[in-house]
Nanobody
Framework: QVQLVESEGGLVQPGGSLRLSCTTS????????MGWYSQAPGKQRELVAT???????NYEDSVKGRFTISRDNRKNTVYLQMNSLKSEDTAVYYC????????????WGQGTQVAVSS
């Protein structure tokens, strides 16, 4: 059974930092591309950042220079370090695991709420 379990989010003041983690089980983590997505109230789920199995990263423009995605293949875990948080970063954050090709797969975590407010 595949599981992606995100860490608890929380309430952060503007300008603050928060690190999210997503620990997986039931997949060969090292061969999957991992991603973080956000979904604000009333909006569609959007890409935040991705990291491939080769550690190549990609970021949505609004988080470049503020957020960092990383992975630890020994711990089957992907991280999202969020710095200089803004109110517009408030959303539910989801991690996903994706594998392309003939045996393509896509799995999602349950989501974790991040609220940025004073």
């Amino acid at each position: 059974q595949v599981q992606l379990v995100e860490s608890e989010g929380g309430l952060v003041q503007p300008g603050g930092s928060l690190r999210l983690s997503c620990t997986t089980s039931g997949i060969i983590f090292r061969i999957y591309s991992m991603g973080w997505y956000s979904q604000a109230p009333g909006k569609q789920r959007e890409l935040v950042a991705t990291i491939t199995s080769a550690n190549s990263t990609n970021y949505e423009d609004s988080v470049k220079g503020r957020f960092t995605i990383s992975r630890d293949n020994r711990k089957n875990t992907v991280y999202l370090q969020m710095n200089s948080l803004k109110s517009e970063d408030t959303a539910v954050y989801y991690c996903n695991a994706a594998r392309s090709g003939i045996s393509s797969r896509l799995y999602w975590g349950q989501g974790t709420q991040v609220a940025v407010s004073s």
